[in-house]
């Protein structure tokens, strides 16, 4: 097997080693193989295993999907407008909402649900007197699901509140699979990432309603081409409002407000 003539599975799955790629099957088993899978090893000796696979996603996101729209109930009763907001890790999501708390949350009530792996570090940053913020710590999971969307809103005071606001775990692949039950996804693109992150990761600008094109005012720095960046997110997701912010200097923040407020649920 080389680079190029790399093996591809039957699910479509490239693997192409490249220099330094490990070669060496040492990798020890996690577990013990079952009888089953044992006694189709011994009857294949030319290494023609058959093993049949369930893909247990399926009936995952089915649950997923049902409780998704338990909270999308819950949220539309109580008048609450619900983002999810995704990106890479460090794009700037907790930075943008701690300025969006301070000034549109000033007269609009908000609360906030907070993922990462692990700390509460983002759920301190936001918390403020005016705003009830929980944390939900995922350990393993490098998304949040509306399983524990619903439990966090329960540890949440929700009175008065008439926006949530979701920051997912820092990861561009897993949280698009998961609907949480919000009527909004926000999808982040820094200029740190590069212009090409949608071509190469198009699924979760797929779903996006808006798209905010996050620390601009760095974007010169870096050689950031602003323009390829905007026509990649179209190219992708034609769908969503894209919006260019800086939480540093305030650039664009009025337009993310009057996109938050034109879409409040009637009171
Ligand atoms: N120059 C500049 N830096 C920013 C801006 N927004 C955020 N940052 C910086 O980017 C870094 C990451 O910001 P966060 O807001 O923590 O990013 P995040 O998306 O919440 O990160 P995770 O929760 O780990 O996924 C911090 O050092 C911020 O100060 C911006 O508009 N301009
Ligand atoms: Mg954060």
């Given at each position: 097997m080389s680079a190029e003539n790399p093996a591809i599975a039957d699910d479509g799955v490239r693997i192409s080693p490249l220099n330094g790629a490990a070669v060496s099957p040492t990798r020890a088993l996690s577990a013990p193989l079952s009888a089953e899978i044992s006694a189709a090893l011994q009857a294949s000796p030319k290494g023609e295993v058959q093993v049949r696979s369930l893909d247990l996603s399926i009936p995952l996101l089915e649950r997923n999907d049902i409780l998704a729209e338990r909270n999308r109930g819950y949220f539309l009763g109580r008048g609450l407008l619900a983002l999810n907001l995704v990106s890479s890790p460090g794009a700037g999501k907790t930075t943008l909402l701690e300025r969006t708390l301070d000034e549109f949350g000033k007269d609009v009530r908000c609360a906030v649900l907070v993922g990462d792996l692990e700390t509460d570090n983002d759920g301190r940053r936001l918390n403020r007197p005016h705003a009830s913020v929980a944390q939900i710590t995922t350990g393993t999971v490098c998304h949040l699901d509306a399983g524990m969307i619903a439990r966090g809103v329960e540890a949440l005071d929700l009175t008065g509140a008439r926006v949530l606001f979701i920051e997912n775990?820092?990861?561009?692949?897993?949280?698009?699979?998961?609907?949480?039950?919000?009527q909004i996804r926000v999808v982040l693109l820094s200029t740190?990432?590069?212009?090409e992150k949608p071509l190469k990761y198009p699924p979760i600008f797929k779903s996006a309603h808006v798209v905010l094109l996050t620390k601009v005012d760095v974007a010169d720095a870096l050689g950031f081409n602003r323009a390829l960046a905007i026509e990649n997110i179209r190219k992708i997701a034609p769908q969503a409002q894209i919006i260019e912010v800086s939480s540093r200097t305030g650039e664009g923040l009025a337009q993310w407000y009057a996109y938050l407020r034109a879409r409040l649920p009637k009171q």
């Open positions: 775990v820092g990861n561009l692949v897993c949280p698009a699979s998961f609907d949480l039950g919000e740190t990432e590069g212009e």
